[in-house]
């Protein structure tokens, strides 16, 4: 498969980005089978954009929304669109998407969803990208159990991609799919043939602190019970509040960025994964905290603090690793495509290009990257005993796919 990264800055003059982009591939042939996947901007009026896009390339188009992006070439990117072609002879690809997603009828979308786009192809789907949307609303279905379910009635192919993201507003965020955008909802997209995708991702967290519980009443995103505790017990016994007054609901999500919780689940077969939650509210009223993701009964729960060095170095040793896998085959692995938290670009301070930085002039030749700065990201991780790979739904993670 070959790829390439364009990018404009311009959001006004649409048509004229379009030409920018594709005076960029000029050089680049296509072959028989193609798709892309576009990040923008959220003041961007995508469905014009797609119009003009269609009109120069006749290709499937996925993307959303985005806080900034990440490029290579072209580093940190807090403006303007970007957008990856992906081509090959012996591959296929199959977009889709569903609107109108909630906790009521979730599963039987997403069933219908997957099976609608993997009808399009000649051959069992390798690999699903995907991206969606926060949860909002109470009505708003998780994103950790949308995920379940296109792992379930994929049958647990690898799954990578992440939620989309906007300024901080979080109310501008949508999710595209050819000429649709789209605020509540799910795209994918579906690759079949000679592909063998690879997935790394990394946390940051080395300093874990005493704070460590076993969740003992949870339900969703929202933790009531650390232990014999409530959870505002526990954080207080821990003297892990900040200055409230106690009273009411409290949004928390900024003075936590730094200390990120870890998650420890356990399965009956052995294995044991650990992922990322951000803490989002503390609820004094019924004296639970709410995350950005769900957190099962049982899992153990511990707080971590991180410092701004260390998210530059997880970078640079994450993509060690990745150029190892590139170089072991050259002709297959070109394509890379990035999904990092926004919650990380918060911690990095001023410091906004430090993960675009730890990781400059390290891809070989050839090797393009797309990135997004996201509101939650979708990477399998690999289990502590029998090696197999979940596909996960993260917080604070900085995650790549290298196919």
Aim: aromatic share 12%; hydrophobic share 35%.
């Amino acid at each position: 498969m070959e790829s390439i990264v364009a990018y404009t800055e311009e959001i006004d003059d649409l048509r004229g980005a379009v030409e920018e982009i594709s005076e960029q591939l000029k050089d680049f042939r296509f072959q028989k089978n193609s798709m892309a996947i576009v990040f923008a901007e959220e003041e961007t009026d995508y469905p014009e954009f797609y119009r003009f896009l269609s009109e120069k390339f006749s290709v499937p188009v996925i993307g959303c929304t985005v806080m900034a992006s990440l490029l290579e070439p072209g580093g940190f990117k807090g403006i303007g669109i970007s957008v990856m072609f992906l081509t090959a002879d012996d591959c296929e690809f199959s977009i889709g998407f569903s609107s109108g997603i909630k906790t009521e009828n979730y599963e039987e979308k997403m069933e219908t969803l997957y099976r609608d786009t993997a009808s399009k192809l000649s051959d069992k789907p390798k690999l699903m990208l995907t991206f969606g949307s926060i949860v909002n609303e109470e009505s708003d279905v998780d994103a950790d159990y949308v995920l379940k379910k296109l792992d379930e009635v994929s049958d647990h192919i690898p799954i990578c991609g992440a939620l989309s993201s906007d300024g901080f507003s979080f109310t501008n965020y949508r999710i595209f799919c050819n000429d649709q955008s789209i605020r509540n909802g799910q795209a994918i997209a579906l690759i079949s043939g000679n592909i063998v995708p690879k997935a790394l991702s990394v946390a940051t967290l080395t300093s874990k602190s005493d704070f460590s519980y076993v969740v003992t009443e949870a339900s969703r995103n929202h933790v009531y019970k650390l232990g014999d505790e409530t959870f505002i017990e526990a954080m207080r016994k821990g003297d892990l509040l900040k200055d409230y007054d106690g009273t009411g609901r409290q949004m928390v999500l900024g003075d936590y960025i730094l200390s990120p919780f870890v998650v420890t689940v356990k399965y009956p077969n052995g294995d044991t994964i650990e992922f990322v939650r951000n803490l989002s509210f503390l609820n004094y009223d019924n004296c639970s905290g709410s995350f950005l993701g769900t957190i099962p009964e049982g899992a153990v729960i511990s707080i971590c603090i991180l410092n701004r060095e260390d998210v530059q170095k997880s970078v640079k040793n994450l993509f060690e690793k990745l150029v190892e896998i590139i170089r072991s085959e050259p002709d297959r692995y070109k394509t890379v495509l990035c999904c990092t938290c926004c919650a990380r670009f918060l911690a990095l301070g001023s410091e906004v290009q430090g993960e675009a930085k730890a990781f400059r002039g390290m891809l070989p030749p050839g090797v393009s990257l797309i990135g997004i700065y996201s509101y939650g990201e979708f990477c399998p991780v690999q289990g502590s005993k029998t090696n197999t790979k979940y596909n996960m739904f993260h917080n604070f993670t900085f995650s790549l796919l290298v196919f």
